[in-house]
T-cell receptor, first 114, second 115 residues
Framework: AQSVTQPDIHITVSEGASLELRCNYS??????LFWYVQSPGQGLQLLLK??????LVQGIKGFEAEFKRSQSSFNLRKPSVHWSDAAEYFC????????????FGSGTRLLVRP | EPEVTQTPSHQVTQMGQEVILRCVPI?????FYWYRQILGQKVEFLVS????????KSEIFDDQFSVERPDGSNFTLKIRSTKLEDSAMYFC?????????????FGPGTRLTVL
């Protein structure tokens, strides 16, 4: 069965520091992978997605993610965090079935220290 | 930029009451979804809807739940007799075409509180 694990419930970084959020997936074939961000009181906004090709994917707001098949990982990175990046981040895998639904991880809450 | 909208933003109801959560998907989208997020937990798939019928539903989506696209623009989720455990944030999503390469766009959610 498809599943997504985000091992870090909370992460705190200082503004200007680099960030890496971890995501591991379980899927039999080449996965479709996504990162969404949820700011307080907001819906889920797509940051980036991976389907095939270059394993380093660029997204919005300066985020990038790297797909590593050998590690079943799709970690999200940002070289320099801004206070406005404080939010909850969700990794998801797309299900290749009739619905193309998304299966989400439990999320990582990012706190940014001034 | 087009967006998915949801109303109300917050709904409070008594246990056993019926609620209808409303969504207006992006206008040229064809695939529609409801997800929910119980406080502190992950976002879970409830149901997908295409061509005026349910294409898939999860175990959560029991007989108390129903979905409808009554007028070609709205997409509603009805909970017939709410339970305390239905308290959650409910997200509507839509996509334009078939396939995972097409982005699912999410609405801002409706927070349902069942007392």
């Amino acid at each position: 069965a498809q599943s997504v694990t985000q091992p870090d419930i909370h992460i705190t970084v200082s503004e200007g520091a680099s960030l890496e959020l971890r995501c591991n997936y379980s899927y039999g074939a080449t996965p479709y992978l996504f990162w969404y961000v949820q700011s307080p009181g907001q819906g889920l906004q797509l940051l980036l997605k991976y389907f095939s090709g270059d394993t380093l994917v660029q997204g919005i707001k300066g985020f990038e993610a790297e797909f590593k098949r050998s590690q079943s990982s799709f970690n999200l990175r940002k070289p320099s965090v801004h206070w406005s990046d404080a939010a909850e981040y969700f990794c998801a895998v797309g299900a290749r079935d009739s619905s193309y639904k998304l299966i989400f991880g439990s999320g990582t809450r990012l706190l940014v220290r001034p | 930029e087009p967006e998915v909208t949801q109303t109300p933003s917050h709904q409070v109801t008594q246990m056993g009451q019926e609620v209808i959560l409303r969504c207006v998907p992006i206008s040229n989208h064809l695939y529609f979804y409801w997800y929910r997020q119980i406080l502190g937990q992950k976002v879970e798939f409830l149901v997908s809807f295409y061509n005026n019928e349910i294409s898939e539903k999860s175990e959560i989506f029991d007989d108390q739940f129903s979905v409808e696209r009554p007028d070609g623009s709205n997409f509603t989720l009805k909970i017939r007799s709410t339970k305390l455990e239905d308290s959650a944030m409910y997200f509507c999503a839509s996509r334009r075409q078939e396939g995972l390469s097409d982005t699912q766009y999410f609405g801002p959610g409706t927070r349902l509180t069942v007392l």
